[in-house]
């Protein structure tokens, strides 16, 4: 076959463009320090390569995500905080308002300082980070296109609190209410017992120990009856619903009275008799008629109770007893679990706001419901006598908000765990990447250097392809 100059000169231009090719390969590796500019240049190693890059990108967003969610934990954390320390200062003024040598007017400026100190616990209720309520459940944003939301804690004209349009106090009042009015049922059966022992004993042993016991748990029971209606009353029971437990607290006021004036009676001696002398057999009518108000096993209390209790605004009737309404509790439990949550694993989250429920409690444990009482303690609209019993709500409030940090806490750690698990990991999967799409400096170069000598030569080479001119035929 005749091998002509063209085809030469084209067989030469191929395997130059050739080298060239491979020289501009070599080039672009040392630049770019990466062995793969396409998938063509490896497969197998630009799989592995997406597979890194795309476990890398993951985990960078999870990290901005822990980050975040730590700063809104600290904030929770601070907040709750300062709730405790709030609750720590109430606790304390309780504690100095219980002094007997207190006059009322010393009582009334501690319950001013316990409204302040309720009034600040609205404004931590409220707490934002940046436009986020923390505690607003699913009401978390504070602001909608430059709009400034309602925040989630509002306290109504008439005092009462709400959470995102949901009436906590009257959940609160209601939840009083069943709480002294089961202390009622439970403080009249222990009368009946005691009342029963009256025919059985001595008049010293009535007088001196059953009558004391007697006034003890009718005192707590009328304490009981009359905090269980100022509930109905302030949820704007009608009369109608509570004449009855008010007839029965009538009577238990009678009960109490009248055991008071007897047992003031001194002991008849020398069969000395009269109604100057104390008598247990008055004791005993005292208590027959306290056990008629009654009713048989308590019938006429367990009917006056169910009775106020439908007087609630957020209950119907439901037979002798009450329910709650169940819009009411739909809404009310709609916001116990809401919140809102962060990405930080394929399967993991992590509340960023928490539920203000849970923050405050609900019912009679709510704590702006507990400094509320309290008040009204102080100011002597409840039973005064009833005051420690505050001290101990009190304190488990603050057991429940140290248990809201302990909370945090653990999740605080939590974060930091799945943290440097992501930090380990970012290592392994930066290495992956790396074994997969960088290049061997050194071989990169020698690479390149080679490149280049085979280039170089390919041209001189071919500058000697064709040496013959048209002079040199001419000749």
């Known amino acids: 076959m005749r091998i002509t100059n063209s085809m030469m000169v084209g067989q030469f231009l191929t395997d130059a463009n050739g080298s060239l090719n491979r020289l501009s390969k070599y080039q672009r590796q040392a630049d770019s320090t990466k062995r793969i500019d396409s998938i063509a240049d490896d497969p197998l190693g630009t799989v592995k390569s997406l597979k890194a890059r795309n476990k890398l990108a993951t985990m960078e967003q999870y990290q901005d995500n822990i980050k975040s969610a730590s700063s809104y934990l600290s904030e929770i954390e601070s907040a709750t905080d300062s709730l405790g320390e709030l609750t720590k200062k109430a606790y304390e003024s309780m504690v100095s308002a219980i002094n007997d040598t207190k006059t009322q007017d010393q ?26 309520y923390l505690f607003g459940g699913y009401n978390y944003t504070g602001s909608t296109n430059g709009v400034t939301k309602t925040p989630p804690f509002h306290v109504e004209q008439n005092g009462d609190l709400t959470y995102n349009g949901v009436n906590l106090s009257s959940f609160s009042r209601l939840d009083e209410f069943k709480s002294q009015t ?3 049922t439970d403080l009249r059966q222990k009368i009946e017992t005691l009342a029963g022992q009256v025919d059985t004993s001595l008049d010293y042993t009535v007088r001196e120990k059953i009558v004391p016991d007697l006034m003890g748990s009718l005192k707590d029971m009328k304490a009981a009856g009359t905090a269980a209606l100022a509930m109905a009353q302030k949820d704007n029971a009608p009369t109608a619903k509570t004449q009855d437990l008010q007839d029965l607290v009538n009577a ?3 009960a109490y009275d009248g055991l008071t004036q007897e047992s003031n009676k001194p002991m008849a001696e020398g069969g000395a008799t009269g109604t100057n002398y104390f008598s247990k057999d008055t004791v005993k009518n005292i208590m027959n008629t306290f056990a008629t108000a009654m009713g048989t096993t308590g019938a006429n ?13 957020i209950t119907e009737p439901d037979g002798a007893s009450y329910k709650i309404k169940d819009a009411a509790q739909t809404a009310f439990d709609a916001q116990k679990d809401a919140g809102s949550a962060l990405q930080i694993g394929m399967t993991q989250t992590v509340d960023v706001t928490m539920n203000g429920i849970e923050l405050l409690g609900a019912g ?13 303690y102080l100011k002597g609209e409840l039973d005064q006598s009833q005051m420690p ?22 999740n605080q750690n939590r974060l930091d765990l799945i943290s440097n698990r992501y930090e380990a990991s970012t290592l392994a999967y930066t290495k992956m990447k790396s074994d997969a799409e960088d290049v061997d400096m050194a071989e990169a170069y020698m690479n390149l250097s080679t490149a280049k000598t085979a280039y170089n030569a390919a041209l001189a080479s071919g500058a000697k392809i064709v040496q013959t001119s048209l002079v040199d035929y001419l000749r």
Request: proline share 0%; charged share 20%.
């Open 389 to 410: 019993k505050m001290l101990e709500r009190l304190q488990n409030k603050q057991s429940d908000l140290l248990k809201v940090q302990t909370s945090v806490g653990t």
């Open 364 to 376: 009679r444990d709510n704590l702006y419901f507990v400094l509320d009482q309290s008040v009204a």
């Open 252 to 254: 238990v006021t009678a």
């Open 182 to 184: 089961n202390t009622m």
């Open 301 to 313: 209390l367990t009917a006056a109770i169910g009775t106020a209790g439908q007087g609630f605004s």
């Open 107 to 132: 009582r009334n400026i501690l319950a001013k300082e316990i409204e302040n100190l309720r009034d600040e616990v609205l404004s931590v209720a409220n707490t934002t980070m940046g436009t986020s």
